[in-house]
């Protein structure tokens, strides 16, 4: 039966939303002294949401459903991260900028309030969508990490950090964006920002003072070269100096010979690298005036120095042994300057332009002309050795992926030397999904290097750091009173305002040590800060503890983990770390990244990305629902139509349980005061049927064992689902839950009950047994009341998983004194009537089945083509002596008879000798099948009542005639006696065992 998904979720979402069905769930909690406490995770409201932020959406939606259904009084509240350069560069791409001296010529005022704008525009988008995907939060609620309250949270925070000494401000060779023009911490340079690029390398010479020989070096970077300072050596290493075919004498680490050379060389002598330490060296670049300040004004300028292995290893799997060292220009560098008591030289801007001082280079672009140096050095054949392409993973802006460059300056700075302890012990009283997290957070911690919090942008956290100009004294100011109450000049233009740039820049303070004025730092705060302080601004730290008590810690976040762990995992400890030396989180489920249906990446220029409205309208929130919760956290998640299409056959599979019981049981045959016994009575005789077979194994005694036991097995999923839900295993869940309509409630016990539900009505058999008649209303209702209480029960169960699909299940199952919504029902309490030893046995009838049907196909009999006997080999058998059980088998199989034997050679062995007997019960199965087709394809309702008469049987006859009554019953036909209101329908022919039979079907009235 079809199910159009995206149709029927717009007239669900149309209904919650008229009949108030969020608001009314919250009003059901509000009073529960239960609280779970969910923290979202911002999503930046920066573009549409996409296919990957579904999948994240859906678990949190999940968690909180099944919560709110289990009683739970929460918080709903959805986060939107607002600032920082993904929105500006996104806005500068729409203005047309180029750099940030566009965004100064436009005005930092309107460029501040056209990137609030954009905000604004995509976080209603993304509501829109949000709430397509049937995700409830309370939306007119969402936290803005742009809002006053935020920033000011994260004012306090800072001060805290400057008076307990964490807060400094360094100067350090930094990686930077030449387009962006800011600084990017350690903690954004992902593993995936760095990309596989082809740089040109230079093998270099540097003639050693005195002497005709020279330092052959190799660099990646050749841009550094102007800013070279030092040439590195290992001390224990051993190096030679080789003559190469030029006739130029050149040392090299010994072990790097044949990379280097290839032939015509020869080996001069041999020393230990310490012997080269203190060598000084000419280069090509010391006429530029920059350089030339350095020489002869600094010692240790143009030397060869000894490394500090845990500085600057050197290696010998590339390279020449002899190491470069710009100090300006690299980290690594930087920091060995530092110890060695280097000098450096600047050498470019923040564009990457070369600084004045530097001759002809002065102006002109490091990172867009390479090539400048590299042809200047080529002129002078004593400087190169060779140039050749290299190819190496270089780190790329994690925003504009420009390549980055390094450029020593002053930024501000968090030390974590204090903090990496305490990180540490939090970090371990956290509960990490999947569990590797903690291991890699701990990791991190372990390695980080301060955290560099300041950026030389526009949108973003003003840093509430004032540093004096005069004294180079610096404060922290704490809160907007604060600075109001601190506040000598500028307090007017500013009041009123959000605390952005320009308008914060507006006011000053005295300096506390030599009364200056003070303004604050242009600098704008690392975007991380502002999701970092989410538990405690949007939990009314600041203005309700002990609402703020109540909700923290949260139970849980729910975020994708690639890049969380130095970003926003990594802030919220930092700042839980020094606020309140607590756990902000009891458990960070984290979940991996979404990849095309091959596993590859998604990429608008690959063409393989997915657009979530796309796909939602195409084929609907709950089937793509399906698959997300099905797909384990921990590893990629694939995305696509063909997957979500088989998701969506499976829930069909639900679908159509429901739709054949909705089929067959009209509404006032449903139960009233559903009470499914918890221990039916069991041990009845069963009930044969005329045909011989068992009617699904109904007892007179009540309790049909398929009843039992779908009873069993759901009440037994329910505990499965919790127990795997707590634990935030919901692929598990999920998988159980599929498993179980498929396999238990589709294949085995709809199937075998289907007859149990027809309508007994309008048989109109002159000799119909009234006792007979009765039994099997009573176990119709029976089956009725198992069927009912099944789909209920799955209906929540997953509720929370696909909302409108079970919404829509319930809408059609609903009688007038329950819930107006599964949303508002109470979550299915797993009963007391789990049968373990009856499931057991069922897996074994049904293994039992599977092997006497593959017997069947083997030999190609049909299964309606009865058979004499099945022989079972286990003699220890379960379900040996149980005729109810037996009987399911035998009407499956389509046996007369089970016998137990331990002599034969299989599990089991069918008798596939066919008797006239067996053949005639054969054809007359085969008839009512055929009657039955026709009946349907004529459009006929089960209660539609049709006589049937057969008009010429041909050899058949003699079958026909003897079990004509049998026939009309199955079918629920009457006779055709040739007059009355029988409005012929259909008069055809079919063919049964090779012989033909027709049939003239007519409409009863
Ligand atoms: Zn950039
Ligand atoms: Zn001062």
Redesign the pocket.
Known sequence: MAYNFPEEEQKILKFWEENKIFEKLRQKNAKSKKRWSFLDGPITANNPMGVHHAWGRTYKDLLQRYHAMKGFDERYQNGFDCQGLWVEVEVEKELGFKTKKDIDAYGIDKFVEKCKERVRKYSAIQTAQSIRLGQWMDWENSYYTMSDENNYAIWHFLKKCWELGYLYKGRDSVPWCPRCGTAISQHEILTEEYKEITHDSIYFRLKIKEKDEYLLVWTTTPWTLPANIAVAVDAKLDYVLVKDKDGYKNWVAKDLIDKIFKGGHEVLKGVKGKSLVGLKYSFAFDGLPKVKELLGKDKMFHTVVATDDRIMPINIEEGTGLVHTAVSAGSEDFKLGKKLGLPLIEVIDEEATYLDGLGDFSGKNAKKHPEIILDYLAKNKEYVFKIEKYKHRYPTCWRCKTELVWRVVDEWYISMDKLRKPLEDIVKKINWIPSFGRERELDWIKNMHDWLISKKRYWGLALPIFE?K????FEVIGSKEELKKRAVEGWDKFDGRSPHRPWVDEVKIK??????I?SRIKDVGNPWLDAGIVPFSTIKYFSDKSYWKKWFPAQVVCESFPGQFKNWFYSLLVMSAVLEDAEPINTIFGYASVVDEKGEEMHKSKGNAIWFDEAVEKVGADPMRWLYMKANSAENMRFGYTLIEESKRKLLVLYNVYSFFETYVKKEDFPKNLKIKTKPARNASPARQPDGSHGGGHSDAGGNILDKWIISKINHLVSVIEFNLEKYEVARAVSEIEDFFINDLSLWYTRRSRKRFHPLTGSGHSDSDESSDSKRQADRKEAIETLYFVLLGIAKIIAPIIPFFAEKMYQGLKLKDMPESIHLCDWMEPGSNADLDLEHKMDEVRKVVALALSERAAKSIKVRQPLASLKIKDQKSKIKGDEELLNLIKDEVNVEEIIFDGKIKKDVELDVNITKELREKGVVREVIRCIQGMRKELGLKPQDVVAVHFSDTGDLKEVITKNEEFILKEIRAQKYFGQGPQVPLVDYEFEVDGKSIKVVIYYSK
């Open positions: 004096c005069e004294c180079g004294n300096c506390k040590k030599c009364k200056a003070v």
